[in-house]
């Protein structure tokens, strides 16, 4: 299977499957130095680990994450850094039923219809346990830009209708809501709407909406690699991302030029003249380069496709049959996904970053000659 490696400099490669003995990642160009501990990659693990509340799925994992190589006496090395998650609750025999037919909503289909094969444990590689190995790495990405005053904070916008109030935002309630709004309010009439949608067997999709301040401008390459284009593949790889916006997304096409363009002033600050946007409509990049201002990204995702309501399929042998989903699902992804939208976010700008080293001349005296 081709496809698992993510970046060009700062580059990724994850392995494992849901119902394996475990998960993990890869992470390749990672500068040396960087100061890195177990618990920086555990902190992100957490979040998006099973079992913390009655909105996810009860399976219990501790996603206890296991540095295998290239981090010594508390710093990086500069080789690969390779990171182990045991799987330690797998429950397959949940999933026997279902290698004879095709779940809605899920690979299972095309799957055995590009390979002729498929581990039907839980989904196998197409499962979402797959991104645990994304933010072990992510961490150490985040980790980086965090030396060069980057912050990348993402957070869940909306759950089905309801949508958080901007005048209520309180960063501090991401980490303590369970469904990781910021906003109490519009948690407890999330977690109310969920409830239903558990009473009648059903699921909800929603909105992550992920912002990155400190971004120097000057990120990103004009053509293919633009910032915007390698931020959109990569959330897009996340298995139940649908759509991802920028800054104002889709609402512009509801807009004028007038209303669209972003207005640039000059003022001065400790004595030096500098340039920023009088708006954002951009979302902080123009031309496929980070413009200075906050990098706004948005993240629309689907409802969790493992329902306990009755549904039609087809099994392999082509009949028409009823099923019902058995085992330990999600009604919600947003809330364990909001920290694989961040991570994700993390490595994309990592790997830019690395890449703009060679934009200048400049940059490589100052590298090799100063």
Known sequence: MSGSTFGNLFRVHTFGESHGPGLGAVVDGCPAGLRLDKSD?????????????EITTQRKESDEVEILSGVFEGKTTGTPIGLLIRNTAQRSGDYSEIAS???????????????????????????GRETAGRVAAGAIAARMLQELGISVMAYTRS??????????????????????????????????????????????????????TGLMPGIGEPVFDKLDARLAQAVMSIGAV???????????????????????ESYEDEGARHIRKLTNHSGGVLGGISD????????????????????????????????????????????????????????????????NLSSRMENLRKIYTE
Do not use: W
Not at 242 to 264: L, P, Q, Y
């Open 41 to 53: 990659i555990q902190k992100y693990l957490d979040r998006r680990k099973p079992g913390q509340s």
């Open 242 to 264: 649908k759509a991802v916006e920028i800054g104002d997304g889709i609402s512009v096409t509801r807009m004028r030029g007038s209303e669209n363009n972003d207005g640039f």
């Open 292 to 355: 200075g201002s906050e990098l706004i990204l948005r993240a629309h995702i689907k409802p969790t496709p493992s329902i306990f309501s009755p549904q039609r399929t087809v099994n392999k042998d082509g009949e028409n049959i009823g099923i019902e989903i058995k085992g330990r699902h999600d009604p919600v992804i947003v809330p364990r996904a909001v920290v694989v939208v961040e991570c994700m976010t993390a490595i994309t700008l990592a790997d830019l970053l690395l890449a």
């Open 101 to 127: 037919y095709y779940r809605p909503g899920h690979a299972d289909f095309t799957f055995d219809e590009k390979y002729g094969f498929r581990d039907y444990r839980g989904g196998g590689r197409s499962s």
């Open 159 to 212: 759950i089905g209708e309801i949508e958080i109030d901007p005048k209520a935002f309180d960063r501090d309630l991401i980490l303590q809501t369970s469904t990781a709004m910021p906003d109490a309010r519009a948690d407890e009439r999330a977690r109310a709407y969920l409830k239903e949608c558990m009473v009648e067997k059903d699921s909800a999709g929603g909105v992550i909406e992920c912002r990155v």
